[in-house]
């Protein structure tokens, strides 16, 4: 069974930053090929950033430059470091990843951004 957990999200004010962590566990799995997602009221859930096995990343336009995902050596924990927050980042966040050939979904993590 893998279960993914998210942590670190909370009320930040415009301007400031949070981290986000996700934590993998279960029979084999890794966070090898992962990725995080938010999801704003009344909106789709749209890609944020990812990582491949190979350490490529990708981020969409609106964090580009002011996030950065990453992850331990382990591959267990990968983080979302996130600055210069505004209130459009005020989200849902949700980590991804793709095992076995099944995308699985943690429970999602509130991002808060006052302005």
């Known amino acids: 069974q893998v279960q993914l957990v998210e942590s670190g999200g909370g009320v930040v004010q415009a301007g400031g930053s949070l981290r986000l962590s996700c934590s993998a566990s279960?029979?084999?799995?890794?966070?090898?090929?992962f990725s995080w997602y938010r999801q704003a009221p009344g909106e789709e859930r749209e890609l944020v950033a990812a990582?491949?096995?190979?350490?490529?990343?990708i981020y969409a336009d609106s964090v580009r430059g002011r996030f950065r995902i990453s992850r331990e050596k382990t591959m267990k924990t990968g983080y979302l470091q996130m600055d210069n927050l505004n209130p459009g980042d005020t989200a849902v966040y949700y980590c991804k990843v793709r095992h076995l050939g099944y995308d699985f979904w943690g429970q999602g993590t509130q991002v808060t951004v006052s302005s």
């Open positions: 279960g029979r084999s799995v890794s966070l090898n090929t």
């Open positions: 990582m491949t096995n190979g350490g490529n990343v």
